[in-house]
């Protein structure tokens, strides 16, 4: 509960919470991804992104592109706390050349979420669940892994291979982004990759100066809750990742 943290983490929580002046866009809640059929994508256009290949600019181009997807379908804001905390891992990230941006979804569901290029998205719900500093940047690192590892531009690649179609290279900028934000929203991580994040966000956060034993102890606090977040059951198992994480940190990995 927010009255029960420190002084100045409520004071900033407060503003993050109220967003204070920040301009907010989108809708007054979240939607679900764009309907559009994946084969109705898959049309011919112009060559404007070769997946295998994408520069540090393409992918933040292309972040950009579905970044508008992301505002027409959530209110947003942004914050200088969250932007603060986000840029001291980055920094600490194994891809601080990308230009990282931070967003606060206002809707009241545990949850957050990254495309590529450097977008990350919490929501106010998960702004209200953690009890410190350090368990807002557990999660915000765990977010910036997912991108500096590729995550999404992976999904698209496993994407086009089950849909068996031409190159994705073959969709013109705004078909690509919409598919790219429908992949972002609708389609997991794979178990891999949920890992393989948690691992480098620990070690951004160790980095970082962050206490790593508040990647765990966010995870039991959001298991041990009445009613657990949606977005775990698209995740590996809370407790495995929990152990996991915690023999990490004893051996000092």
Not at 133 to 149: G, K, R, T
Not at 226 to 253: D, M
Request: aromatic share 8%; net charge positive; with cysteine.
């Amino acid at each position: 509960m927010i009255a029960r943290f420190p002084n100045k983490f409520r004071k900033t929580l407060s503003l993050v919470l109220g967003l204070g002046t920040a301009a907010s866009v989108g809708l007054s809640a979240p939607a679900p991804a764009s309907a559009i059929p994946f084969q109705d994508l898959i049309v011919p256009g112009i060559q404007y992104f070769q997946l295998s290949n994408l520069s540090t600019k393409q992918k933040a181009a292309l972040g950009g592109d579905i970044h508008q997807q992301v505002r027409r379908n959530y209110r947003l804001g942004t914050n200088a706390y969250v932007n603060k905390v986000g840029q001291r891992l980055v920094r600490a990230s194994d891809c601080s050349q990308t230009p990282f941006k931070f967003y606060v979804v206002q809707n009241s569901s545990i949850n957050a979420f990254a495309t590529t290029g450097g977008y990350v998205y919490v929501h106010t719900g998960l702004l209200q669940a953690v009890d410190n500093e350090d368990q807002l940047a557990s999660v915000l690192a765990h977010e910036i892994a997912h991108i500096c590892n590729d995550d999404l531009i992976n999904k698209l690649k496993q994407a086009q291979l089950a849909q068996g179609a031409a190159s994705l290279a073959g969709l013109d900028r705004s078909n690509l982004a919409a598919l790219a934000y429908k992949v972002a929203i609708d389609l997991p991580n794979s178990r891999d990759a949920e890992f393989d994040a948690d691992a480098k966000g620990l070690q951004y956060m160790q980095r970082a100066g962050y206490d790593a034993n508040a990647m765990p102890a966010f995870l039991r606090k959001l298991v041990n809750r009445s009613s657990r977040p949606t977005f775990l059951s698209t995740h590996p198992n809370a407790k495995e990742r929990i152990a996991v994480l915690e023999k990490k940190i004893a051996a000092g990995e």
